[in-house]
């Protein structure tokens, strides 16, 4: 750190990014990705002469993508913000929405970015704790007066919160926004767009990078009322117009071309997170009820740390977080059938040491 850095960052602990190894070939099941490549034209148009023009900035109305996206969900072009990873929505949402005068509300045990956006932009922030069960509790975020962001599914645990319980949420905070985050929606959930005609004061955020394998192409959306959007166009445009690069911006139309091709990769996905959960389950496993791309799971006899260690030295990496209540569990990523079939043997393997 320099004697330069202003207070607040000097303060500052930032995100940690899962790892990303390069010092040899492991079977990644821990930061969330899709195990399967974008779909042949997305990758088609990567290689195409859309590369020659790269000297050109890209569009920075998005309008090819934006035009299809709001084809696919069925909503207009206006309602929809594109941004470099779902994190930079989320970012937005804290500049535009949250200041000392409007904290921002989020669950104690959700995605790590959260308390880092607050923190960075100087926010006050509630964390609600997560029930016994883990689950959020609908009526702690009733009349809340502060903006609040939920990961539905939430993340790391996998659970699911019924549509009926976020308009409750909607319904009694009119006067605040209620951003529900939507990164593992394509894997079994229901989504919060069915309420944006109803609600004026709900942003639905989603990404690329999870259900759409392209986790290297960091692109993410906001789906919103006319209004919100265009104050979440205002940070944009006041901060990266050109956000979006141009060989995402063509990826990212492909892969809503070929969207059948995704829908079916998240149903092999959820049918191995079925195998997976149920495996683990016969072998003495804690396995919390998931909706999302990975599963959140406690061996009988060993910590998270441990059981990460002793995997990652059999070449497969999970995650483990070292935090009070969530020390017992591993996240582990639903990766091919092979990969999962992997898994098991690795912890039948250690359980014979
Ligand atoms: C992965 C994830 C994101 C970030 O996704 P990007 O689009 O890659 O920035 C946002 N929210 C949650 C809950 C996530 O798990």
Not at 160 to 185: C, G, T, W
Not at 305 to 321: A, N, T
Not at 334 to 342: F, M, S
Request: charged residues 25%.
């Amino acid at each position: 750190m320099s004697k330069f850095l202003i207070d607040r960052l000097a303060s500052l602990e930032e995100y940690i990014p899962g790892e990303q190894p390069r010092d040899k070939k492991y079977i990644k099941l821990n930061t969330n990705e899709s195990p399967y490549p974008p779909s042949e034209s997305v990758l088609k148009v990567i290689n195409s002469d859309a590369a020659s023009r790269l000297n050109l900035y890209p569009d920075p109305a998005c309008r090819d993508l934006t035009f299809a996206m709001s084809n696919l969900l069925g909503v207009n072009s206006e309602n929809i913000v594109f941004g470099n990873g779902s994190d930079e929505i989320l970012s937005f949402i804290f500049q535009a929405f949250c200041d000392k005068n409007t904290p921002a509300v989020f669950p104690d045990i959700s995605y790590g970015f959260y308390p880092v956006f607050a923190a960075l932009y100087g926010v006050p922030y509630e964390e609600i704790p997560l029930t016994d069960d883990f689950k959020v509790n609908y009526r702690d975020y009733l009349n809340k007066n502060a903006t609040i962001i939920i990961a539905n599914p939430n993340a790391p645990t996998g659970i699911f919160m019924p549509l009926a319980e976020i308009e409750e949420i909607l319904r009694a905070n009119p006067e605040s926004i209620v951003a529900v985050d939507e990164a593992y929606i394509d894997f079994g959930g229901e989504s919060a767009v069915s309420l944006l005609p109803e609600y004026d004061n709900l942003i639905v955020v989603r990404t690329y990078s999870k259900s759409r394998s392209m986790a290297g192409a960091r692109l993410g959306f906001a789906i919103t009322s006319k209004e919100i959007a265009s104050d979440l166009n205002k940070i944009r445009f006041s901060t990266n117009p050109y956000n979006i690069n141009t060989l995402t911006l063509l990826a990212g139309k492909c892969a809503i071309d070929d969207d059948l091709y995704y829908i079916e990769n998240c149903g092999r996905i959820i049918e191995d997170r079925k195998f997976l959960s149920e495996e683990l389950s016969k072998r003495g496993f804690k396995v919390l009820p998931s909706c999302a791309n990975f599963i959140f799971a406690s061996s009988p006899s060993m910590s998270g740390k441990d059981l990460y260690l002793s995997l990652k030295e059999r070449g497969i990496l999970v995650r483990y977080f070292d935090k009070a209540r969530l020390y017992p569990f591993v996240r582990i990523t639903i990766g091919t059938h092979a990969e999962c079939a992997k898994l098991i043997e690795a912890i039948d393997d250690l359980g014979k040491e």
